[in-house]
């Protein structure tokens, strides 16, 4: 089957379309994240465990130190 340069446009298109929609959702999400983090690493409960360590940020590892 062979594509012709308006089909190939509209593949193109919808593709964008979906990926753009998609980028929506994951700065919603990000964002959320990013919320809870904040809220988590506000606490009042200093120098007792788990509050001894500060909150990690979006993209850093819950871990901590080890």
Do not use: C
């Amino acid at each position: 089957m062979k594509l012709t340069i308006t089909q190939l446009r509209e593949i193109v298109r919808r593709s964008l379309k979906e990926a753009a929609a998609q980028g929506k959702i994951q700065k919603a999400y990000r964002n959320s994240y990013k919320q809870m983090i904040k809220k988590a690493s506000t606490g009042g409960n200093k120098n007792t465990p788990p509050f001894t360590d500060k909150a990690a940020g979006p993209g850093k590892s819950g871990l901590g130190p080890l």
